[in-house]
Each structure stands twice: as C-alpha cells, then as structure tokens.
C-alpha cells in the first residue's frame, strides 16, 4: 500500500493521521503497535483519531502518554474489573436494555489506567473520538477539548452488550456499524498519511450461532467500510497519476497495519491474554517497521520483578527416520534410503512464567537425548530450544517447535528440528496433532534461519504413545517460592495450552478462548 520511509519532518507536509480503529478488547494489541510507532519509531502525528474501542488508546494518548505507557495499561489489565453484569435490566430477557453496563470501567479500570478529563480536554494533540449519534442519525467525531467519561463511553457503547449513553437528550452509541476508523475525519482535516492500527478479523472463517453472527455483522460492516475508502483512495490516486483529477484534491498515502489478534472481542477471564496481545503487536509492529524502511530503535525490556516460578515436564517420543529423505512428511515413501528407529527423551524446562506467556514464541530450554543406533546409540542434546504453540501463519495455525542440537559417535555436529502441527484445517484431530513430531537431522549445528539451506542427514516422524502421554502427565513440576505460588504456576500454565487448543479446535463454541 506505501512506499519509502514514514519520517517526513513534521515541519512541513505531508499531514500525518493515526488512526485507531476499533476492535474490542483486541486494541491491546493496538496498545503493543503503539509502543512501537511512539517510542521506538519516534513518529509523531498532525492528528489522531479513534473510533469504537480505539478511543481507549486515544484517550492515554492524548493525555501525554508514551506509547509504553500505554501498552503497561494493558498488561497489567485484570480483565475481570471492567465486567459488571446489568443485573437489573436482565430479568427483562430479550427485552432488557443491555447485558453489561460499563460501571466497573468507569469506578476501576478508568482510575487504574490513570485517565484525568481535565488534562484530556487540555491536550494540545489534534484529536477526534467519533460517536454515533443515534439521535441525529449521524456520525460525530468530537474533538478532545469536548471530551468527558461519558462521551467516553459513548464510543464502545456496543448494543446489546452495554446501554447506550443519553447526552444533552440524544442517544449515543459505538459508531461501529457505521466506521470503525474515520477515514473521512482525517481526510477532511487535511491529512496526507492516513496510519491505520487495524485489529477486527479480516480471516473472512463464517462461524455460526448468536454471538459468531453478531461480530460477523461487526467485520462484515467494519471491513466492508474500510474497503470502501481504501478503493476510492486508490481510484483518486490513479487519476491523479493519469494528470486527472481526485475526488480529494490531492494524494493520500494508506498505511495499513492489520493484525489477527487472538483474543475475543468481549469475552475474557485471563490477564495473560492481555500481556499476549501486547506482545504480539509489538512484534508485528517492529517487522512492519521493518518491512517499510520505517528505522526503529528497540527499547529496553519492561521493567518486570524477579521470576522464580518454573515449571518442567518430560516427554518421551518413538519412531523411524529414513536417511537421505529431506521431507518428514513423505519420509517413508523415500526410495532407497536406510530406516532407522530414533527416540528422544526430553525435559521441557520453562524459566519465568510471566516471561514464557506473555512471549509470542513461547520459548523454553530442552535437555535430554536422543537414541538412534545408527548414529551412535544414545546420544545427549548439548542445548535445545522448544517454541509451544508458535503463531505459524495466524494465530488458528500453530506450531510446537523442536530444535535440539547434538553429535554422532564420531563428533560430527547434528542438528535435530521437529514440529506438530496444530491446525484447524488439518482434520487429523487434536490427538494426532499434539502427538506426531515432524523430524528432520541435519548437518552442522543449524539455526531457524539457516535451516532452508542445510544439508538433510534423515527425515521421518516420531510420536507420543498413549502410555507415554499418561506417563508424562505425571512429570509435571513447578517451582515457586510459596505453595500457592507454585499452584498458580501450573494453573497458568494449564489455562495458555488450554486456552491455545480451543482457539484452534473449539472456534465453532466461542471464537478464541476466553482463558
């Protein structure tokens, strides 16, 4: 969609928007993109606006916060605070005025996320919070200097789900069916760049029931808006191009960061999934970064306490490699080649929860070895890496990452790199998924990034027997200072592999986990 670097001085033209488009709880995601864009970039904005669940991010940012601060918002969320149930309006049933009401946000989550209206209205940041004005039938972006909590609320005042709010006797609510990122805002006020923080689903997966029906109609309305502006753009720059004329007078530059975000809209029980969201939008925003030429400078890590806690576990897999072959999966139909039987005997050894979770490539230490008698009987891994649940190509397509490096008999230097594939197109089940190891030996000690080139010694798979499974449930280890920490270790560590199977395998009960 663009080309070149984004820092043009502010001085002079082009005029910058960012726009924060909606998404739910999904936008701390977004909070994790600004971390990046703010800090790490440096960029900075003629105007900003925010629509739907982007007014969250807006409003820290307009209130003078770094981008890290508003990512730590995020992380450090409990998502169960913003949660009050519209007790009494529920026993009204389908006639009631919504489920939730937006209290607990506004006695708890506001005042922790240290929001003050005053120095909000006094910004000097050109901002706009775009409201649907149900009243009036029209959309209305409300400049910062207006802003108040319950224009606030106003702007994620989501039918159904919470009550819409009543301002100077009109009825506002979340501008969602109409734009989740107000293109023509930021157009109207001059501005060239339009940076769009793009969170709402765009995998187009149909899923049916009530509440999948209900977010469907949200990306359907949402994506089909953007889509709109996104081809009138390109129309206008085209004739501009061809020495016609736009519609807008002048040219406009998208640029376009979306992510598939893991996380329900509204449904969420855990704070690790807030962390996760973050972290992953950091991420994706520094590879985007990266991808367009845009330099960023990594900040330091997030100031986190020590983490005693650790959990380990071992696993035992069995089966046969077939020497020459490069394709695990097609091993066995290798001609010519020797087979082999080859085991490994792993311990998966997790240091600091708090840094395993919230990393996206959920990486941990392997130690163990490998038995093979043709390549010199049993043989110890020297250091290993295990990745679990490690977004393939989104967040529905996973991977458990193996790579252990190890020798021969003769010294020679190995390198062992396995995955499972855990897909929801894979229609082998959930079983053979998280059981069947995909293996590759190769020669030399090899890195991810070097593996496409390596020299293939073996290819073939090995897998988790049920006895061993049942075996391996009762390795399970967890260290902590205290008792109830050591219990809390492990219940975080049951909720992420829980919570990651049923974002791939139980998407037809509620899309993403609510773990």
Known sequence: ????????????????????????????????????????????????????????NLAMYCQGMSGREIADNWRTLAPLEGVTPNWRELPKGPYARSLFTLDGYRRRVFPKWGLDWERIRATEREATFTLYNFSANEVEAVTADRMDEDRFCAGVALPMWFPPVVIDGDTY?????????????AIRRGCDELWIIWTVS??????????????????????????????RIEAGNAALRAGGESEFGRPI????????????????????RFTQAVELGVRDARRWCADQGIPWKPSGPRDRADDPTRVRFTERMVGRVVFGAD???????????????????????IRGMDRFLADPEHEAELRGEIVCQELGGRL???????????EHSDPQHLRMLYRLYFADRAGHPLTLSGYKDVSEDSRRGIWKDTSVLYTRVLRGHVGSDEEPGAEP??????????TDFLKQLTTFRAEAPTLPGRVTALGRFGRFFA?????????????????
């Open 253 to 272: 530059e998208v640029r376009l960061l979306s992510g598939e975000v893991p996380l329900n809209y509204l449904v969420n029980f855990g704070r690790d």
């Open 499 to 515: 919570g990651k199977l049923w974002d791939v395998y139980a998407q037809d009960v509620l899309p993403w986990s609510p773990l």
């Open 457 to 466: 010694v073996a290819a073939g798979t090995v897998r988790i027997r049920p």
């Open 173 to 185: 609510i979340d501008p969602v069916y109409l734009t989740d990122a107000n293109v023509e805002e």
């Open 1 to 56: 969609m663009t080309t070149g670097p984004g820092t043009t001085p502010r001085s002079g033209s082009p005029r910058r928007s960012l726009l924060l488009a909606g998404g739910g709880l999904k936008v701390a995601y977004q909070a994790g993109v600004l971390q990046v864009l703010l800090d790490e970039a440096g960029l900075t904005f003629d105007h900003a606006d925010g629509a739907s669940g982007g007014v969250f």
């Open 327 to 349: 394709d695990a999966r097609n091993a066995d139909h290798s001609a010519g080649g020797a087979v082999a039987d080859l085991a490994l005997h792993v311990t998966v050894d």
């Open 202 to 231: 765009r995998r187009h997966r149909w899923r049916d029931g009530f509440v999948a029906n209900y977010f469907h109609i949200i990306e359907t309305t949402a994506n089909g808006r953007l889509e709109e502006w996104l081809r």
């Open 380 to 390: 110890p891994v020297e250091r290993g890496t295990f990745g679990l649940f490690v």
